[in-house]
């Protein structure tokens, strides 16, 4: 009878404390390590490495990644590229899997890990997508097909070292993933947030500092350079996702492939030439953004002197505020109610309408096929004298810039 005692009194002890004996801060810090390893494995090793090929990993790092992933989460590396690519393939159409713009953010946020799942399921999507994937002897008879082996091998786990409350550190880690990628990132990150570049999509930044969710707060940077495995881009901006494949590079085990396109400037040339146009086509993403920066500083500079003629509170100053918000979007991404206003604003300024329509003229250089390349730089060339002949600081400035650009 004492035997049955003690032991009864063990197993309530484990139940209580676990193997571990751990403190609550303990435990809170255990999850918060293993569900950002979590984190790490799929912006590293799915998306990054996987999806979009920017960088190669070692046989530890992607094996370790696979059995984490696989334990922690019941991903299928195929299933999860696959819809992935899909995603940037269809953009916001009806196509794409988990597009806020297209299911609407509310269905996007609480249900993003059920659209996964049923795009998952669909025989063509893996087909078309889910090329160049792990299909070695572990992938075909573990991970796939065993994915409740996987978290069901994690509760064991969770609950040894934990006891009861190891159901607690597992319920957490098996939603981690589903709310943080599947939720906030497809759908916060083409809903709300800043956008450093015109993005055909509707991709924002959530967060300049990418530390909570590997670095997947920068989403319009992904989306604009998509094949770099670094997704910060600007001075200000942290990825941490970055910082861990550095180390791992150190390691031996990544060699990175691809990064975002770095604008380079030297002295400026005379006119502009191919290598301008060559310099101008590869930094496009980059070279609009600055000429937003100079389209809203003419903003600006007419909002200042509405201001000096006491013109705040009037229909034109409205007009004028609209016009600093969306002037510098591309058109199609205006909203359509505030159209009217903002071309009044433009109507009523010949500085933002000769920015704006040379701001088209120049998208033109990368996007017109059926011109020889000798008569584009013809065109770059015209456009910079007509921008410097303008007397528009702006257009002045950016054609400056523009032929001291080096491919």
């Known amino acids: 009878m004492s035997d049955l005692s003690t032991i009864w009194a063990v197993l309530l002890d484990w139940l209580a404390h676990g193997l571990l004996h751990a403190s609550w801060w303990q435990v809170l810090l255990f999850t918060l390590v293993v569900t950002h390893i979590t984190i790490v494995s799929i912006t590293v090793f799915l998306h990054r490495s996987q999806a979009h090929r920017s960088l190669d990993l070692g046989p530890i790092a992607s094996h370790f990644f696979r059995f984490w992933l696989w334990m922690t989460s019941g991903m299928v590396t195929k ?49 078309k997508y889910g090329h160049n994937t792990p299909d070695d002897w572990v992938e075909r008879h573990l991970y796939t097909g065993r994915s409740a082996l996987g978290v069901s091998l994690m509760l064991i786990i969770d609950v040894a070292l934990f006891g009861a409350l ?13 709310i943080h990628a599947a939720g906030i990132i497809n759908g916060l990150g083409h ?5 450093n570049f015109e993005a055909a999509d509707a991709s924002t930044n959530i967060s300049p500092w990418g530390l909570w969710i590997g670095g997947e707060e920068l989403h319009n940077n992904h989306h604009t350079f998509p094949t770099s495995a670094k997704l910060s881009v600007k001075p200000f901006e942290f990825d941490i996702g970055w910082g861990y494949i550095r180390l791992l590079e150190m390691l031996g085990q990544a060699k990175v492939r691809k990064t975002a396109p770095q604008l380079k ?36 500079e007419e909002l200042e002197r509405l201001k000096q003629q006491g013109a705040q509170n009037t229909e034109r100053w409205a007009q004028m505020r609209l016009a600093q918000r969306w002037l510098h979007r591309d058109e199609q991404k205006i909203p359509a109610e505030f159209k009217a206003s903002i071309a009044q604003a433009c109507d009523q300024s010949p500085a933002l309408a000769k920015l704006v329509a040379m701001r088209e003229e120049l998208r033109q250089l990368w996007t017109r096929t059926n011109v020889s390349g000798e008569q584009l730089v013809a065109d770059l060339q015209a456009w910079c004298q007509r921008a ?20």
């Not at 190891?166 to 589903?178: D, E, K, N």
């Open 265 to 300: 400037l030297g002295e400026m040339k005379a006119v502009a030439d191919s290598q301008t146009l060559e310099a101008l086509i590869a930094n496009r993403y980059e070279m609009m953004a600055q000429y937003a920066t100079g389209l809203r500083r003419a903003c600006n």
């Open 388 to 407: 410097e002949a303008s007397g528009i600081v702006a257009l002045q400035d950016f054609a400056r810039t523009l032929r001291s650009a080096r491919a």
């Open 191 to 195: 809903h709300w947030g800043y956008r």
């Open 166 to 178: 190891g159901l607690t550190v597992w319920a957490v880690q098996m939603l981690w993933s589903p």
């Open 79 to 127: 299933e999860w590229v696959a819809v992935h690519r899909k995603h940037h393939a269809k953009c916001e159409t009806v196509d794409d899997p988990h597009s806020p713009v297209a299911h609407g953010l509310k269905t996007v946020l609480l249900r993003g890990s059920e659209l996964y799942r049923a795009e998952a399921k669909v025989p063509e999507t893996l087909k």
